[in-house]
């Protein structure tokens, strides 16, 4: 919807360009799908965005990086130190990355992409205080675990949720040992249940399925059997389940 008056317009500019800064403050880069959502641009039409996304980079704060792509190429936007500046606080306990395009990692950048949409989707149901596994301020927070997920969120309801991201399959001694943290984790009162989430139902089913051949684990230095108790703090979703369903934590 077009905003006529030059003061609302202005203002509705400058809260898209603190949303795009914030969320970079945090995963530091991005794609153009996923910016868009973050500032609340609908529709097919992108014009708006890369206007913004044009200014900011003019403006110092942001980096464009374009890499190849089967199809030709793509663009990304990672957070300028300038950028970062603007965005940083007193209270933050890790200074946070900025983007540097030579150290991007392109064999891990669409996991990169696929957890922002999973962190999105939650955050669209009331999720809050997401916190990237990644960062150093997660090990601060979350210290003595050896598995760390791909994100922690705060659902609505008030349950901490550790997301697992899955975009390829992970072995089945790698899965035991995964759960076994998390069940530490679940017992030290750190986060209420792990969410695994997957691009598509066939590996939602594969993933159920391994979990469904797993017969022990070990909870509090005791080996014991996976099962339904045991099990009831591991949530499995596809991508597109969470973006058109309200989260659950059930």
Known sequence: MLIHNVAERNEAA?????????FLKEETISD??????????????NHAMYKLLNKAVAMG?????????LT???????????????????DDKVFPAYF??????HSTLEHR???????????????TGWLNGDRREFMLRYPGFRHRPDGIITLSSGAIVAVETE????????????INSHLAASDAGRWHYAMYVMQNNKTKI?????????RTVVRNGILVPFNAKNREMFLFRTIDELEQTPASDD
């Open 61 to 69: 704060l942001l980096i464009k990086h374009e890499y190849p792509v």
């Open 206 to 214: 594969a993933l159920i399925r391994l979990f469904d051949s797993i």
């Open 167 to 178: 975009r390829s399959m992970k072995t089945r001694a790698r899965y035991i040992s995964i």
């Open 14 to 22: 400058k809260r898209r360009m603190r949303a795009l800064l914030y």
């Open 113 to 127: 992409l696929l957890n922002q949409r999973v962190r999105i989707a939650l955050e669209e149901k009331g999720g």
């Open 72 to 90: 030709g190429k793509k663009s990304l936007w990672g957070l300028s130190m300038q950028g970062l500046a603007m965005v940083v606080s007193a």
């Open 100 to 105: 540097e395009p030579g150290k991007l990692k």
């Open 32 to 45: 153009l799908r996923t910016l868009k959502k973050v500032v609340g641009y609908k529709g097919k039409h």
